[in-house]
Nanobody
């Protein structure tokens, strides 16, 4: 079965940077959407960024210009580089994956990681 394991979360001061990673295993399809969602305390889970099999990214307006999603196909790893972090970016960040060609933040993702905490103060 599909497993997504995140790493790299932590605490950082406002204006700082952090890079989180997600290693995927058990992917059985050749084409996948992967991405990151986040859930802040008391708020709904929202999509942050997605990336399709060709590497095309899609970002939420709130992170455009600050966050960069990328992936290493050889190692089944997706990354989220977060720059100029703001306290409002504080959340648990979840890696997601779903088979498909067209990747959006509003589509249904059946595979989720356990989450990694990012705290900005």
């Amino acid at each position: 079965h599909v497993q997504l394991v995140e790493s790299g979360g932590g605490s950082v001061q406002a204006g700082g940077s952090l890079k989180i990673s997600c290693v995927a295993s058990g992917l059985t399809h050749s084409v996948y959407c992967m991405g990151w969602f986040r859930q802040a305390p008391g708020k709904e889970r929202v999509g942050v960024a997605t990336i399709d099999s060709s590497g095309y990214p899609n970002y939420a307006d709130s992170v455009k210009g600050r966050f960069t999603i990328s992936k290493d196909n050889a190692n089944n790893t997706v990354y989220l580089q977060m720059d100029n972090l703001d306290p409002q970016d504080t959340a648990v960040y979840y890696c997601v994956a779903e088979s498909g060609y067209i990747c959006t933040r509003s589509m249904n993702y059946n595979h989720w990681g356990q989450g990694t905490q990012v705290t900005v103060s």
